[in-house]
């Protein structure tokens, strides 16, 4: 099993610029979760989706998008880049014993 | 809203010290606990899970409790040794709106070094 799988790992963005991030998860995990971690504010929860075709924000959703094509994928869009956004994304799913399971992160740079 | 404060932020021994981190958080009302290690630049990589009906959990040199009541957890690593420095993330399991699992909200992290 491939877990969490995120992509890109990496990307730099000039302020304005919109782009979307892609995640998805193989072991058929109902809920679905993105986080952001900057230096001394630890991780903190954008939005998630507890199944498909539901979202709901998290404690930092302003500026974001999100998507969940389907059960497996859940995606974050930026409409339009700010070096606030500056971070690295981490995506997460729920496993049935209740524990998160992260990806490897996409770090973004915002110029 | 929960908040949880990890202490020390950043502590360093030498390697084959036990040691303990520390983990607390605001609302009882948890469903889980769940203790993570972060290396530089990578992922988080879960060590052990605690339910809230549950007081501690083992893994190898690793022993986690819960206390609820008291909003406290704690990360014992025994026999310590350089393979173990890592940044160490706690997170309490929360529902936002009472329905279920609705996230995770962390800790700033303890940065641990081992000493060789």
């Known amino acids: 099993n491939a877990g969490v799988t995120q992509t890109p790992k990496f990307q730099v963005l000039k302020t304005g610029q919109s782009m979307t991030l892609q995640c998805a998860q193989d072991?058929?995990?109902?809920?679905m979760y993105w986080y952001r971690q900057d230096p001394g504010m630890g991780l903190r929860l954008i939005y998630y989706s507890a199944s498909e075709g539901t979202t709901d924000k998290g404690e930092v959703p302003n500026g974001y998008n999100v998507s969940r094509l389907n059960k497996r994928e859940f995606s974050l869009r930026l409409e339009s880049a700010a070096p606030s956004q500056t971070s690295v994304y981490f995506c997460a799913s729920l496993g049935s014993n209740y524990e998160q399971y992260f990806g490897p992160g996409t770090r973004l740079t915002v110029t | 809203k929960q908040e949880v404060t990890q202490i020390p932020a950043a502590l360093s021994v030498p390697e084959g010290e036990n040691l303990v981190l520390n983990c607390s958080f605001t609302?009882?009302?948890?469903?889980?606990l769940q203790w993570f290690r972060q290396d530089p630049g990578k992922g988080l990589t879960s060590l052990l899970l605690?339910?809230?009906?549950?007081r501690e959990q083992t893994s190898g040199r690793l022993n986690a409790s819960l206390d609820k009541s008291s909003g406290r957890s704690t990360l014992y690593i025994a026999a310590s040794q350089p393979g173990d420095s890592a940044t160490y993330l706690c997170a309490a399991g929360v529902s936002y709106s009472g329905g279920g699992a609705d996230g995770l909200t962390f800790g700033k992290g303890t940065h641990l070094i081992i000493q060789p």
């Open positions: 609302d009882s009302a948890i469903y889980n």
């Open positions: 605690i339910q809230s009906s549950q």
């Open positions: 072991m058929n995990h109902n809920s």
